[in-house]
Nanobody, 127 residues
Framework: QVQLAESGGGSVQAGGSLRLSCEVS????????MAWFRQAPGKERERVAL????????NYADSVKGRFTISTDNDKNTLYLQMNSLKPEDTAMYYC????????????????????WGQGTQVTVSS
């Protein structure tokens, strides 16, 4: 099975940047639909960025559009989330996830459709 492991989280001042990484191991990098989610205390898990690797398309939540960029490395075994112009409201636990579900378009998939998850990495943005 695919295993995901996030890294790169930390504390940063508002306006700063962080790059999160998600290492993929434990099997072939076959999942074509991958995403970054975040969850702050008391809030529901939110999909912030998505990549459809087959279609080479991306999708972002309105709250992060223009500031966050999802990408993969050349070997397609690492998923990244570049976060710029960070705001205090970006503070959350960030998770990478992969979906093998084939019943819907990648862009339409939510939390329940992602079967592989990393352990999460904390991002804290201070004002």
């Amino acid at each position: 099975q695919v295993q995901l492991a996030e890294s790169g989280g930390g504390s940063v001042q508002a306006g700063g940047s962080l790059r999160l990484s998600c290492e993929v191991s434990g099997g072939t990098y076959s999942s074509a639909c991958m995403a970054w989610f975040r969850q702050a205390p008391g809030k529901e898990r939110e999909r912030v960025a998505l990549m459809d690797r087959l279609g080479s398309s991306t999708n972002y939540a309105d709250s992060v559009k223009g500031r966050f960029t999802i990408s993969t490395d050349n070997d397609k075994n690492t998923l990244y989330l570049q976060m710029n112009s960070l705001k205090p409201e970006d503070t959350a636990m960030y998770y990478c996830a992969a979906s093998s579900y084939a019943g819907s378009l990648c862009v339409r998939r939510g939390q329940a459709d992602f079967g592989y998850w990393g352990q999460g990495t904390q991002v804290t943005v201070s004002s």
